[in-house]
T-cell receptor
Framework: KNEVEQSPQNLTAQEGEFITINCSYSVGISALHWLQQHPGGGIVSLFMLSSGKKKHGRLIATINIQEKHSSLHITASHPRDSAVYICAVRSPSGGGADGLTFGKGTHLIIQP | DAGVIQSPRHEVTEMGQEVTLRCKPISGHDYLFWYRQTMMRGLELLIYFNNNVPIDDSGMPEDRFSAKMPNASFSTLKIQPSEPRDSAVYFC?????????????FGPGTRLTVL
């Protein structure tokens, strides 16, 4: 079973700061997801990637398959970015569940 | 599209009672997933379906839990009998196609409290 580790667990920063959240996993994957969970509890998929880098607005996600590591970056952070960010991985097809294995999440607070 | 729909949004029940959670996936999606979220364990996969067929239920905690998908637009997760340790938020998610680029869309979740 894949072990997914996220760091840091908690992060408090000032508005405008550059934020980095890290995710590492133990076994090869077919895809990695970054999810956002707001205080209301809803979960939104931010990115799904299997190689390289993706960018959406102020969010950037990168993955290094060889090192089994991914990072989520937030540029010009804003209080509305305050949420729990969850890394999740999907095992290669045919090798087991297509469902996701999740990290414990990073609780981000951006102060004005 | 309305997205993934779950009902009820909140459920409070007493230990020993049967609980049924419902999910309507996004129309056209062929994968459906049930997840559970607790403070202690975070998010965990319980079971998933492909084209209404259960593919992997290894995450189902025990025989008290069962899930069905009678058609492409409806799934249930049943707990009988319920126990206080089943208290959690249960999420349903759906996705389209089985490839490296399919994205899962989550429902709003059902918050279950077993007293």
């Amino acid at each position: 079973k894949n072990e997914v580790e996220q760091s840091p667990q908690n992060l408090t920063a000032q508005e405008g700061e550059f934020i980095t959240i890290n995710c590492s996993y133990s076994v090869g994957i077919s895809a990695l997801h970054w999810l956002q969970q707001h205080p209301g509890g809803g979960i939104v998929s931010l990115f799904m990637l299997s190689s390289g880098k993706k960018k959406h607005g102020r969010l950037i996600a990168t993955i290094n398959i060889q090192e089994k590591h991914s990072s989520l970056h937030i540029t010009a952070s804003h209080p509305r970015d305050s949420a729990v960010y969850i890394c999740a991985v999907r095992s290669p097809s045919g090798g087991g569940a297509d469902g996701l294995t999740f990290g414990k999440g990073t609780h981000l607070i951006i102060q004005p | 599209d309305a997205g993934v729909i779950q009902s009820p949004r909140h459920e409070v029940t007493e230990m020993g009672q049967e609980v049924t959670l419902r999910c309507k996936p996004i129309s056209g999606h062929d994968y459906l997933f049930w997840y559970r979220q607790t403070m202690m364990r975070g998010l965990e996969l319980l079971i998933y379906f492909n084209n209404n067929v259960p593919i992997d239920d290894s995450g189902m905690p025990e025989d008290r839990f069962s899930a069905k998908m009678p058609n492409a637009s409806f799934s249930t997760l049943k707990i009988q009998p319920s126990e206080p340790r089943d208290s959690a938020v249960y999420f349903c998610a759906s996705s389209l196609l089985r490839d490296s680029y399919n994205e899962q869309f989550f429902g709003p979740g059902t918050r279950l409290t077993v007293l």
